[in-house]
């Protein structure tokens, strides 16, 4: 996908900018002078990024939430005040310095850059990006579950999805392109902290789950994105809970939509053992989230046969054990052979989770390296069945991008 960009501002703005982007080789699609003009090139032109000085404030953050698939920079200094509000609104800072500002916007379009989104519903044949072999790649809807909260399987979904949402970007394939999507069926909501989406949700009041009760299982692709929110970052549409309320059948018929028109689904469904129930019948792979507790593990051993009865058998489970702590539990080896589900992950402790819920970005965008990380692009390995995805994507630093650096 080429790269392409919008230059706006002031005259003088824009000659330093398009300078600055001929230097480096970047192609400038429009140049725009008004608000006006903006929405208009930005609807016609087909370009990835929007580039404009920090005086536009008001005009980016206005346009930012109404178009995900374009990613919007401010160059310049801002107040405190300016640099949350562009934050909030997913416009990221850039220094004001030309040379400074463009090659830090190509850095940021190398990572969040969204994929091109079409409807996926059948098996795809894919190139992967860096590998001349070629990879096919089954339609996957894991559902993450477990009987405890606070076992680590809200941190796990998002990461998880967030780890596919950076490969299916970097993707380069014949067909149509891959999509990702997350949703949060857990009445606390917590997965939305990952993803920054449920202040959206809630200030709007038609996105999220409940928002597929109004829609019919013959919804278009264009109604679906409608209850969805975009998470550039990490190239993931978010379906959020909101305050736990939602029409009856709302979690089932945002699940068929979901199968229909996106390649990859994780969703978070909570404990509540009757709800998830229904959402099993889609699911190709049902994760069970345990942590090293004994008592944890000793609780989904007493009710093993339980959940097996009410997900159809425990024949689609998958075991990922959580380290909470970085002190002795369980080991997951053992957990696995107590509960008899086959170990897919065991995942470390991870001291930069609490941290990544306040920048609202999974610990696998600002911290690739690292080996939670690592640990969680094998699980996406092992659902997705390929070996193409976590840390051997490439050694590119994934993620935010400077938006608290620069300020007064």
Known sequence: MPVNIIVCGPAEFTRAMAGA??????????????????????????????????????ILVGLAPARRNVAFFAAGWVTREQRDRLADNGVLLLPPDPGRAVRGMVMALERIAPAGYHPSGQNATVVVKGVESVAVVRPVMALFYSLKGGVGKTATAANAAATVGLWARGLRQPGPDFAVAVVDNNPDGNLEKYFGCGLFARAKGNKGVAAFGELTPEASRDAVLSCLDYHAQSNVYFAATVGGRQAPGALDTCLALLARHFHFVFADLGVAMDGAAAAAAYATDLVLVSDTDPLTVS???ERREEMAGFFGGAGKFKLVVNHRD??????????????????????????AMAGSRQRCLPVVCHEPRGGYAGEVGRLCQRILGIRAIGPAMGKKRWGGFGVNRFRR
């Open 21 to 58: 982007c001929r230097d480096v080789n970047l192609s400038v699609a429009a140049v725009a002078v008004s608000a006006g003009d903006l929405l208009e090139q930005v609807e016609e032109s087909g370009a990835l990024g929007v580039i404009a000085p920090a005086e536009w404030t008001e």
């Open 299 to 301: 609780l989904l051993y």
């Open 326 to 351: 970085p002190g002795d539990g369980m080991s997951a080896r053992k957990a696995a052979r107590l509960l008899q589900v086959p170990l897919a992950a065991e995942l470390p402790y991870c001291s």
